[in-house]
Each structure stands twice: as C-alpha cells, then as structure tokens.
C-alpha cells in the first residue's frame, strides 16, 4: 500500500524537523560572544599542529571493505528467508551453501591476515 | 470500534471525518491526519526520552552506591528539565576551523535516525505508526544513518580526538552490523515474515528467544554494539579520546547525541522484545483465558515494560564492564559472532525446514536443543583453543626466564 510509504516520508520530515526546533530556539535564547581562542580546535591546552583531515589508517578501509561483501550478499539472504516455508528443501539447502560460501570468504580473509590489526 | 479496542483509528477516523466535513479534499484529510498522529508520537518519544535521562541518572547512581539527582522536585524528577534548559542556554561554540555545513547537520541526522525508527515500533496491536512489510531492512537501513552521522560530526569537527573516535565508532558499528543482520534472519526464517507485527503475532504462543536463545544473545551484542555504549564505547572512551566524536559539540547539539543515545539504547531494547520476547503479546497463550490482556492499552504497557527491562540490560552490562581494546573487538566479532551466527543460522533453516510438520512441542524442543548443541560445541571450541595457547606458552616460558 503506498500510503505506508506516505507515512513513512512524513515522518522522516517531521522526524528531520523536531531536532531543529530547539537548535534554532538555542540559537535565538542563548548568547552568542565567539572570539578566537575559544573557536580554536580543542586539545587538552595546546595549539593543535596542522590539520586533522589527514591520511588516516589503511586497516578501517579493509575492515570497510569486508564489510560490505557480507552486507550486500546477506541481504540476498532476506528473500531466501521470508520464503523459506514455500521452498522445497532443496532450495534451503542451496541456501545453505551460499552460507558457506560466504564462511569460505571469511576463511579465506582469516587466512590472509586481514582481521589482524596492525 | 470504540476508542478503548481501537485508540488510534478511532480518532483517526473522527479526524478524517471532521476534516472531510469541513470540505476538505479526502486525501489531504489523510495527509493531515498523518501529520497529527506522527507529531504526536514524536513527541511521546521524546517525552519518553527525558524520562529516560532521569532512569539513566539515577540507575548509574545506584550502581555507583550514590544517590543521584534528588534535589530538583520529587526524587529529582524535574532534573531532566532543568538539564534541557541549561542545554538550550548555553553558548553554541562552533570551532572556527570546523566544515559548519557538515558540522551542523551531524547532530540533527543522530536525532533522526532514532526517531525513525520509532515509525515502525508496535507499542500494541493497534498502537504503531506503520506496519511495514519489510520492517527488517528499514530498521538495518535508520542504522546506518546513525553511522553516517557519527562520521560526519567526528570529520567535519576537524579535531585530531573526534577523528579516532568516528574511526573507530564506524568500524565497530559496520562490523557488528553483520552478526545483527544475520540474526535479524533468524526471527523472519520462525515468523515467515519481516513485519514486526507479523513477527510479533508469531510469538502469541512461545517467544523465539525460547526457540533461539543463542539468536537473542548474539541479537542483543551486536545491538549494544550498534549502539557504541560500553563494553564497546570506543567513540567516548574519555580516558584517551576525553569524548570522542563530539568533543567539540556544545549546548543543545551535544544534548541530540546524547539523548539519541539513550532514545537509540530504548528503542533497541523494545526491538529485542519484539524480536525475541513476544513484544506486546507473547503470554503464552494465556490471553484466552484473560482476553482483557488484549487491550491495547495494557499491551503498550507490556510493551514498554519490556522495552524498558532491555534498556536496563543494556544498563547493567554499560557500568559493569570495563571498555574493550578495539583490535579485540573487532577479533572477537569476526573471528567468534560471525562464524558463530552463520552456523546458526545455517541450522535453525534447515532444523525448521525439517521440524516444522512435527507437533509444536517437538518442534520448539527441537528447536531449543539444536541452540544447545551449538553452545555446546563453541565452548569446546573454545577450550580446545585455550588449551593450545596455554600450551605454547608454557613451551615459551622456560626460555623467557633464561
């Protein structure tokens, strides 16, 4: 049914709308005297050196990356799941071999040394 | 229909009725219509989000041996105000080297991304916002937007302490995504279905944390993961990183994180209820006896009772348990939850598939043990494993002492 999808929409606005409401009520109700060393970049007492937008460790982007294989083939589980009553056993057990395809790449990342961190 | 069986559809329905009468068009009636039943659901949440702030105060205060907040109205319970009003006068300091763009909307997407979910949260058969037939996803997809925002307000505050702290909230929460999604398959493989009502009418009889003990504990891990409290608050950790990700947020953008924290750590517990613990049902059966159980409103009670006992859960594990290092977080979720949960899946659709024409008993019992076994085997594992290392150890120590 669209309206489901209707509602959802609506929420969502108002959803985006209701945490703005105290942000701009902050704005106009509390003071508001910026001056240079109090915009400065927090670190415990002293001057921040550079940038912080910097190269950062490679090992996120490999946990990020194992990440989405799995995410995006379980979501191909969601369907095999939801119909799993009407499927002869057969169909479940080719299920159950896409798990296992997917332990094996786990194996296989396990073995390499990629959930290491290093 | 009267407004004690329906609450929500009969004012739906006298609303739409008033608003068609006053000449308006039938659609728009209902997009109004809408517009007021959400805004007062929102609103509920977050009164119940203020609530939740007196709870986590004085349930922290208790574990620590103090007493809490106890001076501002009775019990402390207009604490909660006085906080929101100290949050909303304080000076909103942006730093000056900060992406503003970004750095702004990071704290209203946290907000948004638990008040989402809150569209599809069954307080009761005939109390809920929509009832979606593919719940599931929409729950794993508000997720992810609580990740994007903690990245964006750890990136765009250009501070060297936010910047670890969005790292390694995000490769928490993307890594226990997936023990969470799998076991999010286990409840739709028992309920065959993914709607939350659907699921939740499937427990009326036995709850599936009876059936999938295992699914439920590996379920409420990852969530607490999920959710970046402690053991895995590696985003605060405020002895290395003094607070992570929003160290650099002030005034009432500090207090969305804080409060979409605890709403996102509610919400997940009546989320464990509905997926697990029967929801607003699961008497097992024993509303047939007592059909006044059925009532709405005592099941929004059940409901929330229920949801409340995960939040304090959740509780109870944040302030007992010291922080988890984060290679051992992330070791223990791919190494041990992952696994773990692909088998179990693997087992409880092939056991359901092949119990499922037995009579109910012996399918549940079948069920139950097929979780057994499995801890069973882990444990082994595990120890067989411990034993090795133990051994290489000992082989090791004589040279160490040399």
Redesign the interface.
Known sequence: MH??W???G???I???I???V??L???F??????N?I???????GIE?VG???VQ??AQ?YI??L??LV??VE??F??PW??S??Q?P?FV??E??LF??I??AG?VY??RKGM???V | MNFWNDPINFIANWLTGLLTGWGLAAGLA??LV??VG??VL?VFA?LLDIGLVWVERKVVARFQDRLGPNRVGPFGLIQPFAD?IK???????????ADKVIY?IA??LA??SV??L??ILPLSSRIF????NVA???LVATGALGTLAIIMGG?A???????LGA?RM??NM??Y??PM??TL?IP??LA???SVIGITEAQRGLWFAVLSPLGAVIFLISAIAELGRSPFDLTEAESEL?AGFN??YS???F??FYASELLHAFTFGGFAAVLFFGGYGGFFGLEKALPWLTNPFIEAAVFIAKAMLGYWVIMWLKYSMPRVR??HM??FN??FL??LS?VL??VT??L???L?VLPGWQYALGMFFSNVVIVAATIEVLRDYGRKQRKAAEELAPQAQL
């Open positions: 309206n489901e209707l509602y959802i609506l929420f969502l108002i959803g985006i209701v945490p703005i105290p942000l009520l902050a704005r109700i509390s003071p508001h005297k910026p240079q109090k915009q400065s970049t927090y670190e415990c921040t940038e912080s937008w950062f460790k996120y946990f990020a194992v990440f799995f995410d379980t979501v589980l969601f799941a939801l799993l009553n499927l056993l479940v057990l299920g159950i798990i296992g997917l332990v786990l990342v396990w959930l290491e961190w | 209902t997009v809408y517009l959400i805004t929102i977050m929101i949050l909303v006068i304080k000076e909103d300091i942006t730093p000056a080297n702004n704290p209203v907000a948004t008040i989402a809150w569209a916002g929509v009832d979606l599931l996803l929409y990136w505050s250009n501070n060297k302490y936010a910047l790292f995000v490769a993307v890594s995504e997936i999604v799998v398959l739709t493989i065959d279905s993914m003094t160290v650099e005034g009432m953008k207090g969305w984060i290679d992330l070791a791919w190494k992952v696994p692909l899946l693997a659709a092939t359901h598939k092949i499922i």
